[in-house]
């Protein structure tokens, strides 16, 4: 029952999350993350969705400045992650 519940409340984390991105547009959110917008394009296939059962089980109260906050302290670790997997330190 509880997992039904989380995955609907994530359904929603993530349509909002995506509607966000389309309104404010890909590149413009790329750029203000400080990456290249194609990692939004990849994001777009199963890591948005992981992000919002995350938080959908974790009952995070995401408003908009939390949801910033949030992206860009993801991004961060995902780009020092793979820096390192290829050798670069950031």
């Known amino acids: 029952m509880e997992r039904a519940s989380n995955s609907k409340k994530a359904m929603k ?5 995506l509607n966000k991105i389309a309104m404010m547009g890909q590149g413009k959110f790329a750029a203000q993350m400080g990456i290249h917008e194609s990692r ?3 994001w777009k296939h ?3 969705q992981q992000v919002s059962m995350m938080l959908a089980i974790l009952e995070y109260g995401v408003e908009d400045e939390e ?4 992206a ?6 995902l780009t020092q992650h793979n ?3 290829v050798g670069f330190s950031a």
């Open 13 to 17: 984390i993530e349509t909002a999350l």
């Open 40 to 42: 939004i394009s990849k």
């Open 46 to 48: 199963g890591f948005f």
């Open 67 to 70: 949801l910033n906050r949030l």
């Open 72 to 77: 860009r302290s993801v991004a961060e670790l």
């Open 83 to 85: 820096n390192q997997s």
